[in-house]
């Protein structure tokens, strides 16, 4: 944090302590009104430069959503909770009729004027995630995921098979397991269950232990596949981003500044589940907690200094958070650009951001719940400081709604829409070099599914030849998604100029030393010297996973660590 910035974070809460605790007052209020997406848009502030555009609302069916996902052709799937909160008591809120709709741009120019449900009857869908020309759905209640399949090319999914079974879910629907997104390491991931999944586009899905991240609504992934987690419940906001879950759950003290916790609304009506501790004298959220649906900026439609930001969001004080990633010497540091002020936020009581993602076109598009209660029933109950807050302002009044908006800016035109169902495998290779996360990933997915081994040679030719960075390492990832990534592949990430491919082949290498190559582990030892402190990291807990008990292919990994560690001047 600059000098300027600190004196500002030190007045800041330096006034806040003089403040007079605030005192919870239910006196009645005008009732909250539901306004138009029109009425809405002008309460919504942001910087100089970007706006946002609406895509969908209630107008075009679409109510409750909580998230969004597109498929190989740039179709919109969203995840409709029909049944939350429609009243105070949340009652009948585990009726089968909500949806999960589907959502086209028939002139491909990015206005979405075909609208249909693609599957109904669901009890409140949390993840969505398109495969090829299927389409994999969790509800709540349940950890078994269903794959979906429009077999007669109407829109509407007429197919339905278990693809992963994972048996009933308990507890409240606020911490149940969300995110399925699939991964650079081609691993499928979610927050709550302390495993992953890995697919091959044929055979059942293959279950792997690994820590629990700890994360609650929303998971988002980096250029380097590491996923970020965030933690509401718990008012942790971004957590456990040091390093990919796989090699542990790990926070450091200063990866954040002291204040990064603190948020700026633009209104308040101190209708936050932590009462008046969690609430400024003008009624106003003072922390986060309902931190979700975080995104990392991985697209080149906005200006350079956003890529590698990530946003999160912040439900309760009606505001997006924009999160300045930074690594310093192997740590990762997060921290508010905007000072005291937030990057996205609203006046409007009713504004819900709740899930984001960057889409096909590079812009990112923000899931808006769009309604008066927030909170499930459970933190509602009579008596409850809560709901005095919700029958003193009517909240409870407001809900069938729901919007998706588009971020863009004056600078910079939204990108081409996708037509990857109807590509080949060699034309898919092409997009694993897109400046856009999205594309990449897709490409890479759609890939691995199909299993197609014929571009082997092409994927190896851009994984040892390429001339993006960010190419290589998802053709390096492909490569190993086919089961077709060889040790001289590996060898020539390990001895690239380039840190970021240094670290990927470390990654990926581990597979093929699970498989029984251990010859790669004198390659990796290699790298204990390495000036990067990011690849010395990535060594040390490769070497730690390999020579767990559970692998055994490294076995004199602890001394080896040790060893790195006494020498090493890193602070990571």
Not at 7 to 12: E, H, P, T, V, Y
Not at 43 to 62: A, C, F, M, N
Not at 270 to 282: N, S
Request: hydrophobic fraction near 40%; proline fraction near 6%; include cysteine.
């Amino acid at each position: 944090m600059n000098k300027s910035l600190f004196l500002l974070a030190a007045c800041a809460l330096a006034v806040a302590a003089d403040q007079p605790p605030y005192v919870p007052d239910f006196t009645p209020q005008p009732a909250v009104k539901a306004l138009t997406p029109e009425q809405e848009l002008a309460t919504i502030q942001l910087p100089k430069g970007y706006r946002l555009e609406l895509v969908l609302s209630e107008r075009d069916g679409v109510r409750e959503p909580v998230n969004v996902t597109f498929d190989g052709n740039g179709r919109m799937y969203v995840a409709e909770l029909r049944t939350y909160m429609q009243e105070i008591d949340g009652k009948n809120e585990h009726d089968p009729i909500s949806v999960v709709s589907r959502h086209e741009s028939t002139k491909r120019d990015g206005r979405f004027d075909k609208h249909m449900i693609y599957r109904d009857k669901l009890i409140l869908p949390r993840m969505v995630l398109p495969l090829d020309d299927r389409v994999l759905i969790n509800e709540t209640d349940t950890q078994d995921i269903f794959v979906y399949r429009d077999t007669k090319g109407t829109g509407v999914a007429d197919s339905k098979q278990l693809w992963f079974q994972g048996g009933p879910k308990g507890g409240n629907l606020e911490h149940q397991q969300s995110g399925l997104i699939w991964a650079l390491d081609n691993n499928l991931y979610q927050t709550y269950n302390a495993y992953r999944l890995r697919w091959n586009g044929a055979q059942p899905p293959l279950k792997q232990a690994i820590p629990n991240g700890g994360g609650q609504w929303g998971l988002a992934q980096d250029d380097m596949g590491k996923i970020w987690w965030s933690n509401a419940g718990g008012e942790k906001g971004l957590w456990h981003f040091q390093t990919p879950i796989l090699y542990g759950a790990y926070d450091i003290k200063g990866q954040f500044p002291t204040d990064f916790m603190q948020v700026w609304p633009l209104i308040g009506l101190a209708d936050h589940q932590g009462g008046a501790g969690r609430t400024l004298p003008d009624k106003k959220l003072n922390h986060f907690t309902a931190s979700c649906g975080q995104e990392v900026v991985r697209t080149d439609r906005y200006p350079a200094d956003f890529r590698g930001d990530v946003l999160i969001s912040e439900p309760v004080g009606r505001l997006v958070r924009r999160a300045k990633v930074a690594v310093d010497d192997g740590i990762t540091r997060i921290s508010n650009p905007h000072g005291q002020s937030e990057f996205i936020r609203s006046s409007d009581p009713n504004f819900r951001i709740v899930n984001m993602t960057v889409g096909p076109d590079g812009c990112l598009y923000l899931v808006d719940m769009y309604r008066g209660i927030i909170q499930e029933g459970n933190w509602v109950r009579e008596g409850s400081y809560l709901r005095k807050v919700v029958q003193q302002y009517s909240l409870d009044k407001v809900a069938g709604y729901g919007r998706i908006w588009r971020l863009v800016h004056d600078d910079f035109k939204p990108g081409p829409q996708p037509r990857m169902l109807e590509e080949t495998p060699a034309q898919l290779v092409a997009h694993l070099s897109s400046p856009i996360g999205w594309w990449r990933d897709t490409a890479q997915k759609l890939l691995v599914v199909k299993g197609d081994r014929s571009v082997v040679p092409a994927l190896t030719e851009l994984a040892l030849k390429g001339k993006d960075a960010l190419g290589r390492i998802h053709a390096l990832w492909t490569l190993e998604g086919l089961g077709a990534l060889d040790a001289k592949v590996v060898a020539a990430f390990l001895t690239d100029a380039d840190a970021r491919l240094r670290a990927q082949g470390l990654r990926a290498g581990e597979s093929l030393v699970r498989a029984g190559d251990i010859t790669l582990i004198a390659e990796f030892r290699k790298l204990a010297a390495d000036k990067d402190a990011t690849v010395v990291l990535q060594l040390l807990m490769t070497a730690k996973l390999l020579g767990s008990n559970e692998v055994k292919a490294w076995p004199d990994s602890p001394k080896f660590i040790q060893q790195t560690l006494m020498t090493s001047t890193s602070k990571g």
